[in-house]
């Protein structure tokens, strides 16, 4: 049976600058497509949302630039948490799929596993190596 599945995904940048936040926002984007076999037919909506330190630009224009072009997609600011996760862009997908819970793939990226400790490594999210420097 087919049931509408949320698949979230987090990742950071160093700077609020446009290009960048495109440019985190459609690595993440590919990253939460692949790990999960996403096809924009099956594909609700999808919500982006920025910590309020990163407004250069709108994430969701990313979704377009992908070709994304029928979805409905929504951008938003997160709370300014004192202990939140600097410069952090969120997608959560809404994706028809008959997928059940357990198999949906969560992306987490460059340092924002930090949202979601209690789920790594349990449920399959895919974290990059901590290494690697953020878009």
């Given at each position: 049976m087919v049931m509408v599945r949320g698949v979230r995904g987090a990742t950071t940048t160093h700077a609020n600058d446009a290009d960048l936040i495109r440019a985190a926002t459609v690595e993440?984007?590919?990253?939460?497509?692949?790990?999960?076999?996403?096809?924009?037919?099956?594909?609700?909506?999808?919500?982006?949302?920025?910590?309020?330190?990163?407004?250069?630009?709108?994430?969701?224009?990313?979704?377009?630039?992908?070709?994304?072009?029928?979805?409905?997609?929504?951008?938003?600011?997160?709370?300014?948490?004192?202990?939140?996760?600097?410069?952090?862009?969120r997608v959560l997908i809404h994706w028809n799929t008959d997928k059940p819970l357990n198999a949906i793939r969560h992306v987490y990226m460059h340092g924002a596993q930090r949202l979601r400790p209690d789920l790594y490594p349990e449920n399959k999210i895919v974290v990059e190596d901590e290494e690697q420097p953020p878009i």
């Open positions: 993440l984007l590919q990253a939460m497509i692949a790990a999960n076999g996403i096809d924009e037919e099956h594909v609700a909506s999808a919500l982006f949302t920025t910590t309020p330190d990163l407004n250069a630009t709108f994430p969701a224009a990313a979704a377009r630039g992908i070709g994304w072009t029928q979805v409905a997609l929504l951008g938003a600011q997160e709370l300014d948490c004192p202990n939140g996760v600097p410069m952090c862009i």
